[in-house]
């Protein structure tokens, strides 16, 4: 049975950073695209970041310069790194891979 569990959030002054991590298993994953959402209530899902196979990364035109994906396969992990917080990054995180979503980690931010 596949599973992602997504860990990290919390509240954060402006400014501030947290580090999301988002935990595989069920399957190695390791030939797949993974990526980090994010969702407001009330506002679509929206993609952050995503990082390929290979390590090629790309983000979103807000976490460009602030946000950093990053991989694990031998843990069968993902990570965001998010520095540079502010109020706009209040939101649900959530991981995806494969298809498969986790169940989300909030990330509050206070101005």
């Known amino acids: 049975q596949v599973q992602l569990v997504e860990s990290g959030g919390g509240l954060v002054q402006a400014g501030g950073s947290l580090r999301l991590s988002c935990a595989a298993s069920g399957s190695s994953f390791r030939l797949d695209s993974k990526r980090w959402y994010r969702q407001v209530i009330g506002k679509q899902r929206e993609l952050v970041a995503s990082?390929?196979?290979?390590?090629?990364?790309s983000y979103a035109d807000f976490a460009k310069g602030r946000f950093t994906i990053a991989r694990d396969d031998a843990k069968n992990m993902v990570y965001l790194q998010m520095n540079s917080l502010n109020a706009d990054d209040t939101a649900v995180y959530f991981c995806?891979?494969?298809?498969?979503w986790g169940q989300g980690t909030q990330v509050t931010v206070s101005s």
């Open positions: 990082i390929t196979s290979f390590g090629d990364t």
């Open positions: 995806n891979v494969h298809g498969y």
